[in-house]
């Protein structure tokens, strides 16, 4: 059984970055492509950033070009780093497969506002 753990979350103000790491349990990391979502208040889950095993990345429209994804195969451990953030990349941030295989860690939450 995977487990994840999301941290790296706080209070940050527009224009500001963060780093996001999502640790997780077991060997099988290694052979999945990864993903991280968000969840912001009232609104349904979306999907940010996704890594293949072999490094390929894509992004959603809404963040391309500030938020980079990344992933360290030897520390089970992927990253979302955060550039140039707006209120309205507040939200629940979590990391998943693609699709998502396993359980849902509890998120990190990331809140942009002066």
């Known amino acids: 059984q995977v487990q994840l753990v999301e941290s790296g979350g706080g209070l940050v103000q527009p224009g500001?970055?963060?780093r996001l790491p999502c640790a997780a349990s077991?060997?099988?990391?290694?052979?999945?492509?990864?993903?991280?979502?968000r969840q912001a208040p009232?609104?349904?889950?979306?999907?940010?950033?996704?890594?293949?095993?072999a490094g390929?990345?894509?992004y959603g429209g809404s963040v391309k070009g500030r938020f980079t994804i990344s992933r360290d195969n030897a520390e089970n451990t992927v990253y979302l780093q955060m550039n140039s953030l707006k209120p309205e990349d507040t939200a629940v941030y979590y990391c998943n497969s693609l699709p998502p295989y396993f359980s849902w860690g509890q998120g990190t939450q990331v809140t942009v506002s002066s």
């Open 56 to 58: 390929i990345t894509d």
């Open 26 to 37: 077991g060997s099988i990391f290694n052979s999945v492509t990864m993903r991280w979502y």
């Open 16 to 18: 500001g970055s963060l």
């Open 42 to 53: 009232g609104k349904q889950r979306e999907w940010v950033a996704t890594i293949t095993r």
